[in-house]
């Protein structure tokens, strides 16, 4: 058996050379990484709805596939009720946002298509169109005369499907915004589809934090996905478009048939989130303030220009000297991660600070005079 672990250790041995090693890190301490923007994961009505539906009866787990016995009433209580708050005409729950990506991409564009994706799209959706039959391809970020172009070369080689654009209305390690308008009239001039994933706008962008996209929802042309386990608090994710691309997704996408259905508990907390996004909006008031201010002072105090959203990231360019700060900022106190390459393009290596309704504006400002020192004595 000797040799037999050897490749997988090599492996192992040239990402710790990299700096792109990775190991799981306990969460502790002050809170600017996770992704609970209305720190709802831990809020007391959630975890109330959850003994409510336990006494009412709902199960743990959902024993099969949504397609068998695992189908439960509050799985469809809540797509309906997730359709009605975003305003599409169907909703599809799955699992994770992962699970969902891969399942949209890997089954809705049609082989003659072709899928003209952001240069900085998630890796789920990557995955997605990995797994498909259409061609894909990246236009630079943000760049819609860029999507324009890769559409026009398509046609002009002989492509005669449908494209599908592909974006995130929200990007997850930027944090600025995509321009969901102009996509979608490009669409709209094409006969094609846009695609827009929500993770990170869903409770906390838009009217009644139904997302950047909620213009756009309802349209045969728009598919749009709203994940739960990030400002909602729970897990899972919603597909949200037509009957009909629902429909198609039940009856073709292996993700979804053949993968045990998310806990109807899960369910039940889910419908609860979307309840208190709705009626609870002091919470996006008091986040949207906590945003500003954390934009504000990361100008001010380290003279890096911020996104205007709740994801700051701060560029270290060096894979060591990005671990090893964000490691002295954990050590005091502070829980922030490095992301590096090939999570972010290569080179830019960075610190993405999250701001939740975890913290506040005292242990903001105190968390950046330390990140500020921290870079200043951490060298490359």
Same mark, same amino acid.
Request: with cysteine; aromatic share 6%.
């Given at each position: %058996?000797?040799?037999?672990?050897?490749? $997988?250790? /090599?492996?192992?041995?040239? #990402?710790?050379? /990299?700096?792109?090693?990775?190991?799981?890190?306990?969460? +502790?301490?002050?809170?600017?990484?996770?992704?609970? $923007?209305?720190?709802?994961?831990?809020?007391?009505?959630?975890?109330?709805?959850? &003994?409510?539906?336990?006494?009412?009866?709902?199960?743990?787990?959902?024993?099969?596939?949504?397609?068998?016995?695992?189908?439960?009433?509050?799985?469809?209580? #809540?797509?309906?009720?997730?359709?009605? *708050?975003?305003?599409?005409?169907?909703?599809?729950? *799955?699992?994770?946002?992962?699970?969902?990506?891969?399942?949209? *991409?890997?089954?809705?564009?049609?082989?003659?298509?072709?899928?003209?994706?952001?240069?900085?799209?998630?890796?789920?959706?990557?995955?997605?169109?990995?797994?498909?039959?259409?061609?894909?391809?990246?236009?630079r970020h943000n760049d819609v005369?860029?999507?324009?172009?890769?559409? /026009?070369?398509?046609?002009?080689?002989g492509g005669t499907g449908r494209?599908?654009?592909?974006?995130?209305?929200?990007?997850?390690?930027?944090?600025?915004?995509?321009?969901?308008?102009?996509?979608?009239? #490009?669409?709209?001039?094409?006969?094609?589809?846009?695609?827009?994933?929500?993770?990170?706008?869903?409770?906390?962008? !838009?009217?009644?934090?139904?997302?950047?996209?909620?213009?756009?929802?309802?349209?045969?042309?728009?598919?749009?996905?709203?994940?739960?386990?990030?400002?909602? !608090?729970?897990?899972?994710?919603?597909?949200?478009?037509?009957?009909?691309?629902?429909?198609? =997704?039940?009856?073709?996408?292996?993700?979804?048939?053949?993968?045990?259905?998310?806990?109807?508990?899960?369910?039940?907390?889910?419908?609860?989130? =979307?309840? %208190?996004?709705?009626?609870?909006?002091?919470?996006?008031?008091?986040?949207?303030?906590?945003? &500003?201010?954390?934009?504000?002072?990361?100008?001010? %105090?380290?003279?890096?220009? +911020?996104?205007?959203?709740?994801?700051?990231?701060?560029?270290? +360019?060096?894979?060591?000297?990005?671990?090893?700060?964000?490691?002295?900022?954990?050590?005091? +106190?502070?829980?922030?991660?490095?992301?590096?390459?090939? &999570?972010?393009?290569?080179?830019?290596?960075?610190?993405?600070?999250?701001?939740? =309704?975890?913290?506040?504006?005292?242990?903001?400002?105190?968390?950046?005079?330390? =990140? /500020?020192?921290?870079? %200043?004595?951490?060298?490359?």
């Amino acid at each position: %058996m000797a040799g037999l672990l050897e490749c $997988y250790e /090599k492996t192992l041995r040239g #990402l710790e050379r /990299k700096g792109r090693s990775r190991a799981l890190v306990s969460a +502790g301490g002050i809170d600017f990484t996770s992704n609970d $923007y209305l720190a709802l994961a831990g809020s007391p009505r959630l975890k109330t709805a959850i &003994t409510a539906a336990i006494e009412r009866g709902v199960p743990v787990g959902s024993g099969g596939s949504r397609l068998l016995r695992g189908n439960h009433p509050e799985h469809e209580a #809540l797509e309906a009720e997730a359709a009605a *708050f975003f305003g599409a005409e169907r909703a599809l729950f *799955f699992g994770s946002g992962y699970a969902a990506n891969a399942a949209l *991409f890997s089954t809705l564009p049609q082989r003659e298509d072709l899928i003209v994706r952001d240069a900085l799209i998630h890796a789920s959706a990557h995955e997605g169109m990995a797994a498909g039959r259409a061609s894909a391809r990246a236009a630079r970020h943000n760049d819609v005369d860029a999507f324009a172009d890769a559409i /026009k070369t398509w046609r002009d080689a002989g492509g005669t499907g449908r494209p599908w654009i592909a974006v995130e209305s929200l990007y997850s390690m930027d944090g600025d915004r995509a321009p969901l308008r102009e996509l979608a009239a #490009l669409a709209d001039r094409h006969e094609g589809f846009l695609v827009v994933d929500e993770a990170h706008a869903t409770g906390v962008a !838009g009217p009644e934090g139904r997302g950047l996209a909620v213009e756009l929802e309802g349209r045969d042309n728009v598919v749009v996905l709203h994940t739960c386990g990030k400002a909602l !608090g729970a897990s899972g994710a919603f597909v949200s478009a037509s009957t009909v691309l629902c429909d198609y =997704l039940v009856n073709r996408a292996r993700s979804f048939i053949y993968s045990t259905a998310p806990s109807p508990l899960i369910a039940a907390a889910v419908r609860e989130a =979307l309840v %208190m996004v709705a009626d609870e909006p002091q919470r996006r008031a008091r986040f949207d303030r906590l945003c &500003t201010y954390a934009n504000r002072m990361l100008a001010e %105090m380290l003279g890096v220009e +911020g996104s205007g959203s709740q994801i700051l990231p701060i560029l270290i +360019g060096d894979n060591g000297r990005a671990v090893r700060i964000a490691a002295r900022l954990r050590a005091e +106190g502070f829980d922030l991660r490095a992301i590096r390459p090939p &999570t972010v393009p290569e080179g830019t290596a960075r610190l993405r600070v999250a701001i939740t =309704l975890n913290v506040d504006e005292v242990q903001i400002a105190d968390m950046l005079r330390r =990140l /500020k020192n921290a870079m %200043m004595e951490e060298r490359s």
